[in-house]
C-alpha cells in the first residue's frame, strides 16, 4: 500500500459525521490509496525507486505498512518485514538516531523534517548513494490523538516538483472533508494541475445531471467564457467530443488532435476559437459506477498524453469524484433537513389551525376562524362560501384592509352559473386553481388578483361549501400550498359539521328539556311557589330531575319532584313518562298513593328501548285552607326526605315511607299529612344538592342543608331557593356540579278567601 509522500489522512469522523457510512469509507480508503490503481498512479508519477513511505503505529513504531525503498533507505536491504517494531528490521545501529526522531514526534506530536538525508539504497554492487528529505508526521484519529507516525522521504534531484503537487492535492483532500463548498474544491484543483503542470494545460471539469444524461460546467478557470457557455448542457453521447464521449463510455478518451479527430466535428470551430487543439477526458465515477461528471486536460498543440499524465488524470478525477460525492450527500442532507422543517412548519401550522377551529362551537365563527388561519399563511385573501336554503351564501373574508375585505363581502358566487369557479367546485367536489382571475363576475381587477384555489368543504362526500384562496402579486400555488390548503379545508369542513351538530344537538336538548319543566311557576291560591333546576353538564345532557305542579278539581293542587336514574335521551323519556303518566291519572284517581302505583305500574310496563332505570319520586296533593295554609298529603317513594322549614325551629324532616318505583309491581307506599301554616316551607329537593363536592371530596350532605336553613329566614319560597344555592355553590366552589339539581318549595300564605283552580293544565 503507497501513499502520496507526505501526505496524512484527514480525519472524516466528527460530530454530526457516520464513521460507518459507506461514503466516509469511501473517502477513507481513497485517501489512503488502498486500491491497486492508485498505487499504479503514483508509481508512474513519481517513480518506483526514488519514494520512500512507512506507516507507522504505537510508541513501538510498529511497521504497518512501508514500500521497498523505505527498507532500503533504512539499511535493511532485502529483510521486508512488516507488522514488527521498527528497530527489529534496523541492523546499523547508527540507524537509532531515526528511532530517536520518531519517539520525539510520537510525544510531542509535532511534525519534523529532515531535509537532504543521506542514505545507501540497495546493497553490494548495486549500492548507491542518496540524499532524501524524510519527513515524519505524527498520525492523528478522529480526536486528534497520536495514534502513530508516518514517515515519507523523496529523492531530493527527483521529486521536488511531486512534493509540492502531493501538498496541493492533500490541501484539496482536507478541503473535501471540511466540506468546502464544490465550486471552490474544483477551481482550486484545476488551478493546481495547471500551475504545476510541466507544459501548458487547460483544466475543466463538467458536472453530470441526476440523471446523467447531460454536462454542465463545474470549473474551467482557464477557458474563455464564451467556450465555456457553449459547452454547458452538452449531451452525454457517443461522438459529442471528448468529454461527452467519455462520459457515455464511462471511460477515457483521448484526442491528440482535435482538427483531425471526428468526435470533434461538431465542436471543431468552437475549439478553434478557444485556442485548443488536443484534450483528454476522463470520466469521473461514483462508487456505484454511476456518471458525476467528466476531467478534462486540454492543450494548446497536438499531443498524446505520457503516463504520468494518465496518472494525474485518474487521481485527480478521484479527487473530484470525493468532492462531488461529498457535495451531493450534503445537499440530499440538506434537502432532508429542509423538508423536515417545512414538514414541522407544516404540522405546526396545522395543529394551532386546527385548535382554533375546534375553540369555539359556533358553526359560522369556525368558518370565520379558517379564513383567519389561511390569510396570509396561504394567500393574501381568503373567503367561504356555503350554501343556505338552496342558495350560496359569504359567510367569512378575510383580506390586508378593510377596504378589500368589504369588496370580498360584497361579492356573492351565483350557485347555479356554469362560468363561476365556486359554483363549479360545489357543482363537482373538487379543488380547482388557476393561475389567473376566476371566471366569473367579480371584483377581480380592483383587489388586482392574479391566481384562485378553491377547495371544497365536504360533508360524506358532498360539499357544503367552498374556501377560496385568493393572490395578487407573482405567488403561485405550487403543489405543497394546494395539498395544506385541502387538509386544513378538510379539518375545517369536519370542525364545522361538528359545531352545527353540536348547536343542533343543543337545541334539540333545549327544546325537549323545555318540554319536561314548567315554563314557568303557577299561581296557586294560598302558595308561595319557587323552584331550582341545574342540570349537570353543559347543556346536551338532559337532567333526570323533573319537577311539576298542576291542578286538580275542587281547588286542590298535584306536585312532584323527582329523579330518574341515568342521563340524556332515555332519562329524559322516562321523565316525560311519570310527569304525563301522572298528569293524565291524577284527575282521575282518588289520592296521591293511587296515582304513585299508576306510574309505577306505567314504568314497569315501558319498553326496554325507553329504559328501565328506576325513580325516586315524591307526589302530593295540596288544597289552600281558608284564612290561611296548606293541607298537603304526599308520598315518598324512595326519594330524600322533604324538609319542613319554619323560621323558628330548625328545619326537621317529614316522615314517610315507600319503595322507589319501576321495582316491583307492589311497591309499600304510606301516605303522609301535614298542615303548613302561613309562613311555613315544604322543601323538595334531589340527591344532586346533598351530594355535592367540595375539592376535598366531602359531600355537602343532609347536615350542611339543614345548617344551611336554620338560621332565620324571610318567609318567601324564593329566599328559601336562593339561600340553599348559595350555600351549595359556597360548599362546592370551583369543583362544578357532578350530578344534577333540582328543588321545589311550597311556603303557605295568608289568604282571605280560598279560589278554586282552573281545571285546564299548566
Known amino acids: 500500500m503507497t501513499r502520496v509522500p507526505g501526505q496524512q489522512p484527514p480525519a472524516t469522523a466528527g460530530p454530526g459525521s457516520d464513521p460507518d457510512s459507506g461514503f466516509e469509507r469511501d473517502v477513507q480508503a481513497r485517501i489512503d490509496g488502498v486500491d491497486g490503481r492508485s498505487d499504479h498512479d503514483l508509481r508512474a508519477l513519481f517513480g518506483q525507486s526514488t519514494a520512500v513511505f512507512a506507516s507507522l503505529a504505537g510508541p513501538a513504531h510498529m511497521v504497518e505498512d512501508a514500500n521497498a525503498a523505505f527498507f532500503s533507505a533504512i539499511g535493511a536491504g532485502e529483510r521486508v518485514r512488516t507488522r514488527i517494531p521498527l528497530k527489529d528490521v534496523m541492523p546499523q545501529p547508527e540507524a537509532q538516531g531515526i528511532l530517536k526522531l520518531l519517539d520525539r514526534v510520537y510525544r510531542a506530536g509535532e511534525r519534523h523534517t529532515g531535509p537532504d538525508t543521506r542514505t545507501v539504497l540497495d546493497h553490494g554492487p548495486a549500492a548507491r548513494e542518496a540524499f532524501f528529505d524524510f519527513t515524519y ?272 363581502a360584497s361579492h356573492i358566487p351565483v350557485y347555479d352559473a356554469d362560468d363561476d369557479a365556486v359554483s363549479r367546485v360545489l357543482a363537482t367536489g373538487l379543488s380547482e386553481v388557476a393561475r389567473r382571475t376566476p371566471t366569473g363576475p367579480g371584483p377581480w381587477n380592483d383587489l388586482n388578483v392574479t391566481g384562485y384555489l378553491c377547495v371544497p368543504l365536504l360533508d360524506r362526500g358532498s360539499a357544503f361549501g367552498v374556501m377560496t384562496l385568493l393572490t395578487t402579486g407573482e405567488d403561485v400555488f405550487d403543489g405543497h400550498t394546494v395539498a395544506l390548503a385541502e387538509e386544513l379545508a378538510r379539518r375545517a369542513a369536519s370542525a364545522a359539521l361538528n359545531a352545527r351538530q353540536y348547536t343542533q344537538r343543543a337545541a334539540l336538548a333545549r327544546d325537549l328539556q323545555s318540554g319536561l319543566l314548567l315554563p314557568e311557576v303557577p299561581n296557586v291560591p294560598g302558595a308561595d311557589i319557587a323552584t331550582y333546576y341545574h342540570p349537570a353538564g353543559e347543556g346536551l345532557n338532559i ?130 299529612h301535614i298542615r303548613l301554616q302561613p309562613t311555613q316551607s315544604l322543601l323538595l329537593y334531589t340527591d344532586g ?40 355553590r359556597a360548599f362546592s366552589g370551583a369543583g362544578g356540579i357532578d350530578d344534577d339539581q333540582a328543588a321545589l318549595v311550597l311556603t303557605a300564605t295568608a289568604t282571605a278567601a280560598v279560589t278554586p283552580a282552573a281545571t285546564s293544565g299548566t
Open 137 to 408: 508526521e505524527p498520525r492523528l484519529d478522529a480526536a486528534g490523538n497520536v495514534m502513530g507516525v508516518l514517515v515519507t522521504g523523496v529523492e531530493t534531484t527527483q521529486v521536488k516538483q511531486a512534493q509540492r503537487l502531493t501538498a496541493e492535492h492533500r490541501a484539496l483532500l482536507e478541503q473535501i472533508a471540511r466540506q468546502a463548498p464544490l465550486e471552490q474544491v474544483l477551481d482550486g484543483m484545476a488551478r493546481t494541475i495547471e500551475e504545476l503542470a510541466p507544459e501548458e494545460v487547460l483544466v475543466s471539469v463538467l458536472l453530470a445531471d441526476t440523471e446523467g444524461r447531460h454536462l454542465h460546467h463545474g470549473a474551467a478557470p482557464s477557458l474563455p467564457d464564451f467556450y465555456n457557455q457553449a459547452i454547458d448542457g452538452i449531451a452525454a453521447g457517443e461522438g459529442v467530443g471528448s468529454c461527452g464521449t467519455a462520459a457515455h463510455r464511462r471511460q477515457p478518451v483521448i484526442v491528440s488532435d482535435i482538427a483531425t479527430d471526428p468526435f470533434w466535428d461538431d465542436f471543431r470551430d468552437l475549439a478553434g476559437k478557444a485556442g485548443v487543439a488536443a484534450c483528454w477526458s476522463t470520466p469521473i465515477l461514483a462508487r456505484d459506477r454511476s456518471l458525476l461528471g467528466t476531467f478534462a486536460m486540454y492543450h494548446r498543440v497536438p499531443r498524446a498524453p505520457q503516463e504520468s499524465d494518465l496518472a494525474l488524470a485518474r487521481m485527480f478525477a478521484d479527487t473530484a469524484a470525493l468532492a462531488i460525492e461529498r457535495h451531493q450527500a450534503e445537499q440530499a442532507r440538506a434537502l432532508a433537513e429542509a423538508r423536515e422543517e417545512a414538514a414541522r412548519r407544516d404540522l405546526a401550522f396545522l395543529l394551532a389551525a386546527s385548535t382554533s377551529l375546534t375553540s369555539d362551537l359556533d358553526h359560522t365563527e369556525t368558518l370565520r376562524r379558517l379564513t383567519t388561519a389561511c390569510a396570509p399563511a396561504l394567500a393574501p385573501l381568503c373567503t367561504v362560501d356555503v350554501i343556505d336554503a338552496g342558495r350560496v351564501k359569504r359567510v367569512a373574508t378575510t383580506a390586508p384592509s378593510p377596504r378589500e375585505e368589504r369588496l370580498l
Open 543 to 672: 337532567g333526570g330531575d323533573f319537577y311539576d305542579v298542576f291542578p286538580l278539581e275542587e281547588g286542590t293542587w298535584a306536585f312532584m319532584l323527582g329523579d330518574v336514574c341515568g342521563r340524556g335521551a332515555t332519562a329524559a323519556t322516562t321523565t316525560a313518562l311519570v310527569r304525563h303518566t301522572a298528569r293524565a291519572v291524577a284527575p282521575l284517581l282518588p289520592d296521591p298513593e293511587a296515582v304513585v302505583r299508576a306510574v309505577n305500574k306505567a314504568l314497569l310496563d315501558r319498553p326496554s328501548s325507553h329504559g328501565t332505570g328506576f325513580v325516586t319520586l315524591v307526589y302530593g296533593h295540596l288544597t289552600p285552607v281558608a284564612g290561611g295554609g296548606l293541607d298537603i298529603t304526599l308520598v315518598r317513594a324512595g326519594h330524600t326526605h322533604p324538609l319542613l322549614i319554619d323560621a323558628r325551629q330548625t328545619p326537621r324532616p317529614v316522615a314517610g315511607e315507600g319503595l322507589l318505583l319501576g321495582i316491583t309491581r307492589t311497591p309499600d307506599l304510606t301516605a303522609r
Open 689 to 728: 344538592i346533598t351530594e355535592a363536592r367540595d375539592e376535598h371530596d366531602e359531600q355537602f350532605g343532609e347536615e350542611g342543608l339543614a345548617n344551611a336553613l336554620a338560621t332565620p329566614l324571610p318567609a318567601t319560597a324564593a329566599d328559601v331557593i336562593d339561600t340553599l344555592v348559595r350555600a351549595v
